[in-house]
């Protein structure tokens, strides 16, 4: 047969094809050879290495062309062929661009360290990735294309997790499961699982698991080390003292504000009595330093004070962390007091409260109203008496609003409100704020830098700060660590870059530098004219539309609302412009 006709069959199934000649040029392609190299008809005479190298390289391991983003061809075995010219070889290669993706999504899938296990909708083994063949110390192609029933046995006689959703179409998460291996390995996992569902048809399912042998063996970690922490033994006489006292006061904020001012009187005075009290600030203004001083400030001062951060811990592990345990609630679940028990005549601080799970937020709410703690596995109550702060970091209605508070726990929680203010809308105590980062960089750097220059505050005193306090203290701090021996001022080129080119909520437009004078008044008053104008601008130029103006300002609709509302600015007025 021909070369040519065998070009021409080849291309009728599918597979690109070329001639190359010894010089490396082509000499004749296929039609769809020119259709996947993007030819266009002028290939001939192209050099094939300049155009897909790996399609000249003959090797026993795929080797991929990336001939467009996204698209890859790869080399095929190629058949005898006895007329070709004299010197030339015949290219076989394919769209190959499924077969990359798949082996990029697999390097992802085999780094994750939870295990995964997809199977097809007859239940059927699938794929396992790397995690999940270490955790069960299975081989893959010892149970690849079996049933998962005939692979793993169910300790307590219940469903399978991924034959469940293949059947219900429904995702289950966060369940927890035991199972033994064929191999009689014994697995503790707490998974999600999905149904892969296309067009109405089940494809398969697939489970995203956690060892929870680990995650147990760090629980009881976690417990014994607060615990270790809460108490020590001080005279040997079995008397304990409490280690984890709320270091700072409310002489520790630094301010000279009135917003700021307004927000710690008012928790100087709720600080007297035993009211709940919910913090409502951005990340980084400080709403545990103002957690803390509320407890020094209070008649628990002497009892513990305890904080925990519920978006960091996954739930079934805060819910233990809270309320404690008792032996065999759980494989390898010890008798232990939760945190509750161990704040008792103290102060518990539930660190971002709106990331906690809707259903442990129930739990939580009746131990709020009765006083009284049951431990997971326990059957007897426990009175605790605790005081309860919260701090959140998006507004609480919002909160409500989006199902990440239950409103009956905000109206128990939040019995007193307090807004902590961000440090845009604080910009007198930038300068205050500034020198005493200094100070203490200074001590622990042993450095002597007195001050920062007058164009540092002023672009200060302009920049949104979106992270708050926080940033400000990690600027301060970063200038310290690259700033020579010999300066005692930190100059603009030290300070983080971002902070001098990124486009921020106060100064996108602003025309003047802001300028300290000797009256915060004044400082303060010029700050007003510059957000005031920005934001009019925006608005006008956005006609008065609130979403695009705060995209534009980089801040959220509810801060541009309460500025409006703040400046009382006549919205309608831009809308008919």
């Not at 010089?23 to 002028?42: A, Q, Y």
């Not at 997790?161 to 064929?182: A, D, F, G």
């Not at 001050?451 to 203290?473: H, K, M």
Request: hydrophobic share 35%; proline share 3%; glycine share 6%.
């Amino acid at each position: 047969m021909h070369y040519q006709d065998i070009l021409t069959i080849l291309s009728q199934c599918g597979l690109g094809a070329l001639v190359l000649s010894e010089e490396g040029k082509i000499l004749v392609v296929n039609e769809t050879g020119d259709r996947l190299l993007h030819g266009e008809g002028k290939l001939k005479g192209r050099v094939l290495s300049e155009l897909a190298l790996p399609l000249s390289v003959e090797s026993e391991c795929p080797i991929y062309a990336n001939v467009a983003f996204g698209e890859y061809l790869m080399r095929c075995p190629s058949p005898e062929v006895a007329d070709l010219p004299h010197g030339a070889q015949l290219i076989v290669f394919r769209d190959a661009t499924q077969d990359a993706c798949h082996d990029m999504l697999m390097n992802i899938v085999n780094q994750m360290s939870e295990a995964v296990i997809l199977c097809d909708a007859e239940s059927r083994i699938f794929l396992l990735n790397d995690a999940q063949i270490k955790m069960e110390s299975i081989e893959t192609k010892d149970i690849l294309g079996e049933n998962v029933s005939k692979v793993y046995h169910m300790r307590d006689e219940s469903e399978m997790n991924i034959p469940e959703v293949i059947r219900t179409k429904r995702p289950k998460l966060n369940h927890r499961q035991y199972y033994t291996t064929r191999y009689g390995k014994d697995i503790d996992t707490v998974s999600n699982n999905y149904p892969i569902v296309q067009n109405g048809q089940v494809l398969g399912g697939f489970s995203i698991m956690e060892d929870w042998s680990t995650v147990d063996d760090l629980h009881k970690q976690i417990i014994e080390l607060r615990e270790k922490l809460r108490t020590k033994n001080t005279s040997g006489k079995g008397r304990l003292e409490n280690t984890l006292n709320a270091k700072y006061r409310f002489d520790d904020i630094i301010h000279i504000s009135a917003a700021m001012n307004k927000a710690v009187s008012r928790c100087r005075q709720v600080a007297q009595t035993d009211s709940s009290v919910m913090l409502y600030g951005e990340t980084g203004t400080g709403k545990e330093l103002f957690a803390q001083s509320i407890h020094n400030a209070s008649k628990r001062a002497d009892g513990p004070f305890l904080a925990i951060n519920c978006a960091a811990i996954p739930e079934n592990l805060l819910e233990s962390l809270l309320f404690g345990t008792e032996k065999g609630a759980y494989t390898g679940a010890e008798r232990r007091p939760g945190l509750f028990e161990q704040a008792d005549g103290g102060t518990l601080l539930l660190d971002e409260i709106n990331s906690m799970n809707i259903s442990l937020q129930a739990k939580l709410l009746r131990v709020l109203q009765d006083g009284m703690v049951r431990r997971v596995g326990g059957s007897s109550e426990i009175c605790v008496n605790v005081r309860v702060l919260s701090n959140i970091n998006i507004p609480p209605y919002q909160a409500i609003e989006e199902n990440k508070l239950r409103r009956d726990l905000f109206y128990r929680l939040g019995v007193v409100n307090i807004n902590i203010p961000p440090l845009r809308e604080r910009r007198e105590d930038i300068p205050i704020l500034a020198k005493t980062y200094i100070m203490r960089c200074n001590e622990t750097m042993v450095r002597n830098v007195r001050d920062v220059d007058q164009a540092v505050l002023e672009r200060f005193y302009t920049y949104a700060w979106p992270g708050n306090v926080r940033e400000l203290q990690h600027a301060i701090e970063h200038a310290m660590n690259i700033l020579p021996d010999d300066m005692s001022v930190i100059t603009t080129e030290y300070i983080p870059e971002h902070i001098f080119h990124e486009e921020t909520e106060s100064v996108a437009i602003a025309q003047e530098p802001v300028r300290a004078t000797a009256g915060t008044g004044t400082l303060h008053h010029a700050i007003r004219d510059i957000e005031y104008n920005s934001i009019c601008r925006v608005l006008q130029q956005h006609r008065g539309n609130i979403s695009e103006s705060a995209r534009a300002l980089q801040m959220s609709r509810q801060n541009l609302q309460y500025r409006i509302k703040k400046y009382n600015i006549d919205i309608e007025h831009f809308r008919n412009m």
